[in-house]
């Protein structure tokens, strides 16, 4: 076992915390130290209350970690509020496992950056600690030099001329060439050999012996079907705050929620995690985070998720299916099954050669893999859309989506401005062309962005998310049909267009032909209907 900072016998200690009783204002929670056991594990969670029931018959079932005791130089930046506890445990036992030796080639890899910017990282480092030499001894240039010359003979130079030697520009070479450096460690070089990634973030890749979640693989039908519907609630909350296309597809709410309660009760939740990625969300952010802790306690397997009725659809009706992407689908996998049967080498897929770089444009973030179109093409991909600037392709098989280099210059358009009504507090609307995309919108409201919906028309108002919270000036009122206010809108907000994936220009009205006048009518008059109001929502409450 290392010797850990402070003499502590453990790398790390986590603060697990019931999420219920936390948003209760309760901090109910315990330290564990990794590594730990599943039994262990097990007892905590019953001691914080995770399995038990509230007030009201609900089942506190959510966890979150709200602090860190880290005795490993460099880890507690990677370490988040919904880490995997598999994964820590992983980590922690690697770790545990390690040599004085391999701890501090370890500790300099960290130093240096090298394969550090995820957990899953990290469990790979600690698999390939031999791609690195540390020299403790050697802290600059000049000892780099000598070491060289005097130890390792690298130069035979005579005993009287070693006065007139420069060590430092020697080992500075030294260093350049072999693309070391220096940490508090000692000097740190590439041996050259290749680096191999034995984990690639799956639950399933994880060794039996490491696992502690194993005792919440059975959960009970109920409690997954409670744990489902809490999820259906939260996501479609999200993607109508988030997502104006999701909200006019889908206005009954119920309906709605029922809609991904039924998919994630069944498996099909791939689509869900792409529509999440598609508005940024990622594994560090709650909804991401909770769904993968449900695929890995219902055991989820991504082969199964498949919808039925789909299949159903692409059998009577090949034309308006999805039947290419799914025969694409079943090609690739005999593909591999054949060349794992005969010995061959399996085609590459767009996993094996990801470069580590991401691309990001308007429809999500994508990894970057180095295929060709063709290679993408022959795996089952097509081409889905191309970056801003031009650089790279979005290819996509109606499950996942990778980005490629274009392979050309393109030639840079200006992207077409959008035609928006700008309604300041108190003050008289007026017409504005913007830039099109997130940026543009969050910096006319002056921060992040929400929806809202209050015309029949296909036009939506993107406002402040948090104006009232923050204090902005209240500025107009939403009213229902009975023309009763149902809430006021607190900061600048814009009136645009709905398009089919994203927002647009306002629409041309149909009697006058402009694009923004019945609307610039509408905010001018309720400016004035709408002071009486203002001054009593902004009276402060008496107590």
């Not at 997502?243 to 206005?251: N, R, S, T, V």
């Amino acid at each position: 076992m290392p010797h850990y900072d402070y003499d502590k016998d453990y790398p790390f200690a986590a603060f697990i915390t019931n999420l219920g009783k936390y948003n209760e204002g309760a901090l109910v929670g315990e330290w564990v130290k990794f590594p730990t056991t599943a039994e262990e594990l097990k007892k905590v969670f019953e001691r914080i209350g995770i399995g038990a029931k509230d007030d009201f018959g609900q089942t506190y079932e959510e966890w979150f970690i709200t602090d860190y005791d880290c005795y490993v130089d460099g880890l507690y930046d990677l370490l988040g509020e919904y880490a995997n506890l598999d994964e820590l445990n992983y980590l922690a036992s690697k770790l545990e496992d390690m040599s004085q030796n391999d701890y501090e080639r370890f500790q300099a890899a960290m130093e240096i950056g090298d394969h550090t910017g995820s957990i899953q990282e990290l469990i790979n480092l600690t698999e390939n600690l031999d791609c690195y030499d540390v020299y403790p001894d050697i802290h600059d240039h000049d000892d780099l030099g000598r070491y060289y010359i005097e130890e390792l003979d690298a130069m035979q130079v005579p005993e009287h001329l070693r006065n007139y030697i420069d060590y430092e520009a020697y080992g500075r070479d030294i260093a350049l060439e072999e693309s070391g450096q220096f940490t508090d460690l000692g000097y740190v070089r590439d041996t050259g050999d290749s680096f191999h990634e034995y984990y690639d973030g799956e639950r399933g890749s994880i060794p039996e012996e490491y696992r502690v979640m194993t005792f919440q693989d059975d959960i009970p039908e109920e409690e997954v079907s409670e744990w489902a519907m809490d999820l259906a609630y939260d996501m479609d909350e999200f993607f109508r705050q988030h997502d104006p296309q999701y909200a006019a597809e889908h206005p009954e709410e119920h309906a709605a929620k029922e809609e991904i309660y039924e998919n994630l009760m069944a498996g099909r939740i791939s689509a869900l995690d792409e529509k999440l990625a598609a508005l940024g969300q990622t594994q560090e952010d709650y909804l991401p985070s909770e769904i993968e802790k449900f695929k890995d306690a219902t055991g989820y397997e991504e082969c199964l998720d498949v919808d039925p009725q789909a299949i159903r659809e692409a059998i009577e009706n090949p034309d308006q299916s999805h039947v290419d992407e799914m025969l694409a689908f079943a090609e690739q996998a005999n593909r591999e099954y054949e060349a794992e049967l005969y010995g061959q080498q399996a085609a590459p897929t767009p996993d094996d050669r990801e470069t580590g770089e991401t691309v990001r444009t308007p429809r999500g973030t994508f990894h970057v893999t180095d295929m060709s179109r063709e290679q993408m093409e022959a795996a089952g991909y097509g081409f889905h859309h191309e970056s801003e600037d031009g650089k790279y392709l979005i290819m996509a098989n109606g499950s996942r989506g990778f980005a490629i280099p274009s392979g050309a210059a393109p030639e840079h358009t200006a992207p077409e401005k959008l035609t928006v009504l700008v309604v300041e507090p108190m003050k008289e609307p007026y017409v504005k062309e913007i830039d099109p995309g997130l940026h543009a919108l969050q910096a006319e409201v002056g921060g992040d962005i929400a929806a809202s919906y209050p015309f029949d028309d296909p036009v939506g108002l993107v406002l402040n998310d948090e104006g009232k919270l923050i204090g902005l000036d209240l500025n107009r009122s939403l009213r229902d049909e009975h023309g009763e206010i149902y809430d006021i809108v607190a900061g600048t907000f814009l009136v645009v267009g709905l398009g089919p994936e994203s927002f647009a220009s306002l629409p041309p009205d149909t009697d006058s032909g402009e694009q923004c006048k019945p609307y610039l009518d509408h905010y001018e008059e309720a400016r004035d209907q709408d002071l009486p109001a203002l001054r009593v929502w902004s009276q402060p409450a008496p107590w």
